[in-house]
């Protein structure tokens, strides 16, 4: 990921995509799937400006919004008081299926439930109102996440807005009609996707194709790791492996966080269904009692994430030095890393 600054002071973020080992029909059908999202403009999703190819470099690049709220995940670490543990026990996803063979599996130390509290019922009900927006939406366009998680929603500058962000490991389904049923398919054949403990048991034991309820899925688990200030319900284990094997296991269920509502206990069951046809979709858990009573008002709201510290800002296209990629071509802006 690098951050691009123009002359006129704009930054956007720039994320790179290797294709070398892609064909160039696989480069032209990631390039027309991440142009989807260009197309798509919603407060809860990231936005995206552009997607080009950089031949020097072989990389599908996105040019997107950049956003410097920080994510869901950091906020909730931060509420329970470990957040400065979390850069060595980050988790580590599982990288998209290439075209030519399956999905690796990245090394790296999982969390274990030592976090005390997280984010309050409201707030964390407010923000799930947020991302339920934007699969709702991307769902009925036929696309599938596949990697929900706190650390892949990043706030806004005032931290009023929560938006979905990274779709390396997004799919199409069959159809953008069949995605508003439970049984809608991914377009992929059976792989193993996401991160491991965020990912339906579906996924884990890839015992059918992928649907939009394993994002339902990995949505509860999201809510869990924000009350329980930023560590998944599962218990601790000593390599992704292990945490693999665990949730491959028929009996394997998420632990609900202590203390919570009998509101949330109830909308947990119905993302954590084992049956992803009988798992809730965004659009009846949009209709569930625990966002329509637990929701802050916006005045309540504000107050609240004030008490959290300041933010920092989102520039936007409307400050100026922005014309698009075509305009960048001769190095016409600052490049780091990010």
């Known amino acids: 990921m690098y951050q691009a600054v123009f002359p006129g002071g ?29 197309r798509l403009q919603h407060p809860n999703i990231i936005e995206h400006y552009a997607v080009t190819y950089d031949a020097g470099s072989s990389c599908l690049q996105q040019w997107m919004e950049l956003v410097k709220g920080g994510s869901l995940h950091r906020l909730a670490r931060k509420a329970s008081g470990i957040e400065s543990q979390a850069a060595s026990r ?20 999982l969390w274990s439930n ?3 509290a997280g984010l309050s019922e409201p707030v964390v009900a407010e923000y799930t109102l947020h991302i339920l927006s934007g699969l709702a939406v991307l769902h009925n366009l036929g696309i599938v996440h596949r990697d929900i998680k706190g650390s892949n929603v990043l706030l806004s500058d005032d931290r009023r807005q929560a938006r979905i962000i990274d779709f390396d490991s997004a799919t199409l389904c069959a159809t953008a009609a069949s995605a508003k049923e439970k049984s809608s398919t991914s377009s992929d054949p059976p792989s193993v996707v996401g991160t491991p403990l965020w990912m339906a048991p579906e996924i884990v034991t890839m015992k059918g194709a992928c649907t939009t309820a394993a994002d339902v899925w990995s949505l509860g688990i999201t809510v869990a790791e924000l009350i329980d200030g930023g560590s998944p319900p599962w218990p601790a284990f000593e390599n992704t492996w292990s ?10 269920r998420p632990r609900v966080p202590v203390g919570v509502s009998t509101e949330l206990y109830s909308f947990l069951a119905q993302c ?19 966002l329509q009573c637990r929701c802050l008002s916006p005045s309540l709201f504000n107050r609240s994430m004030r008490s959290e510290g300041q933010c920092s800002e989102v520039q936007s296209l409307a ?12 190095g016409s802006f600052a490049r780091r890393e990010v």
């Open 243 to 252: 945490a693999m094997l665990h949730l491959a296991s028929t009996n394997a």
């Open 10 to 38: 704009l930054a956007i973020a720039i994320k790179e995509v290797d294709v070398k080992q892609h064909s160039p029909e696989a480069v032209t059908k990631l390039a027309a799937f991440f142009e989807h999202f260009v």
């Open 90 to 109: 980050a988790a580590t996803p599982i990288s998209r299926k290439s075209t030519d063979g399956d999905g690796d599996i990245g090394g790296g130390g």
């Open 272 to 290: 954590w269904d084992p049956d992803p046809v009988r798992r809730a979709t965004t659009a009846e858990l949009l209709e569930h009692p625990w």
């Open 114 to 116: 030592d976090a005390t």
């Open 319 to 330: 400050s100026g030095g922005w014309e698009g990629p075509s305009s960048v071509g001769n």
